[in-house]
């Protein structure tokens, strides 16, 4: 049996572009993507916490160092500069495959610099 589980996430980015007239994806800075696991083509979902919107798109690579987090093309249109959005990213594998896994989650502070990185969650409490 198959199973999907996180792979990798960038929580809490803060939206530095949004340009509607590039080509459509997500540029982030590419110490960010290596960071969380991610490559460069990889499809991810935005949760966008600022707003409530969800949707899909890509990643493209965006200058190490920078901060950058650009929606570009019609997910431009889904975000403000400043919005706080989730990057996730998912993987398929077999069960004994999901036993060994461990996902690289990524905090990030306001200006996109590392809060800190981890490959757990804290179990939620009443």
């Known amino acids: ?10 929580h809490m980015a803060c939206v530095t572009q949004a340009e509607l007239w590039y080509d459509g994806s997500c540029a982030i800075d590419s110490d ?3 960071l969380a696991g991610l490559r460069e083509f990889e499809k991810i979902d935005i949760y966008n916490v600022s707003n409530g919107e969800r949707f899909h798109t890509y990643v493209i690579l965006a200058e190490a160092g920078s901060g950058t987090i650009s929606m570009n093309g019609a997910a ?3 975000v403000q500069v400043g919005d706080r959005i989730i990057i996730a990213a998912y993987a ?12 690289k989650l990524v905090y990030l502070n306001e200006d996109n610099s590392v809060e800190r ?10």
């Open 1 to 10: 049996m198959q199973i999907t589980l996180l792979k990798g996430k960038l």
């Open 92 to 103: 398929d594998m077999d069960e004994k495959e999901a036993d060994e896994f461990e996902p």
């Open 117 to 126: 990185s981890t490959n757990t969650i804290p179990v939620q409490v009443a």
């Open 32 to 34: 960010l993507v290596k």
């Open 76 to 78: 431009a249109r889904r």
